[in-house]
């Protein structure tokens, strides 16, 4: 990874050049943790899980700050698919983004002036982004906030979706949508950590890969990170 050394170092990973995450060796597996069981993972323990939340902190607060500039507030929508095997619904952005392009990601994006609080923003850009209607989702609650490095302070918003939804792409933004099991990204032998060093700091990340098939669905960075933090709240 020398090929960063003239790079500096308050760089984001998405900005480095011909930087891809696969690349980045695993440093460690997370297989002597417990995978959630599948009766929590239940539409109805879901719920009960937000209702009555147990005492617990996320692992993951944010990332080492990338830009001088004002925070500003954004939402995803962690939609939770309500099959007999439960999934979550992600989205693939399209390559020509300015900010995270091809990456795996939540429904979601910045607060606009019109909306009236978190949940607002996460399901008007999960209707903008793939055309799912609010009427076919169930908000259940919210997770604490999470701080990318470019400071956007995300909350991620928790809905079950019913499993009949449509989608409609927005193609400008998304380039595909798919489901992964919440058994899956609920087990931390799935979840991988990597670190890189360069210009005197280290950067940590999870990655949880899933096969599709035969296509790699690739989750790392901030969308893994919340992924995490959900993980260690259905847990707790």
């Given amino acids: 990874m020398s090929s960063f050394d003239s790079v500096p170092a308050d760089t984001p990973l998405s900005k480095l050049p011909n930087f891809d995450p696969r690349s980045v060796p695993v440093i460690g597996i997370d297989t002597h943790l417990p995978a959630a069981s599948p009766s929590l993972l239940t539409p109805s323990a879901l719920r009960e899980r937000f209702r009555s939340p147990p005492a617990w902190e996320p692992e993951i607060w944010g990332e080492r700050k990338f830009a001088e500039r004002q925070p500003a507030r954004a939402s995803v929508l962690v939609p939770i698919v309500m099959r007999q095997r439960p999934t979550i619904l992600l989205t693939e952005r399209t390559t020509h983004l300015s900010t995270h392009s091809g990456q795996v990601a939540f429904p979601g994006g910045k607060q606009d002036d019109s909306d009236t609080d978190a949940a607002h923003t996460a399901l008007r850009e999960a209707r903008e982004e793939v055309g799912l209607d609010p009427a076919w989702i169930e908000v259940i609650g919210q997770m604490p906030t999470y701080t990318t490095g470019t400071r956007f302070i995300i909350t991620p918003v928790i809905g079950l979706v019913q499993p009949d939804h449509q989608l409609t792409l927005n ?16 087990n931390p032998a799935h979840h991988r950590r990597h670190a890189l060093e360069w210009g005197g700091h280290r950067r940590e990340w999870f990655s949880m890969p899933y096969m599709d098939g035969t296509t790699e669905r690739y989750i790392w960075g901030a969308t893994a990170a919340m992924l995490r933090n959900f993980y260690r709240l259905v847990v707790a």
């Fill in 171 to 186: 193609a400008f933004e998304v380039a595909d949508a798919f489901e992964v099991p919440l058994d899956f990204l609920m």
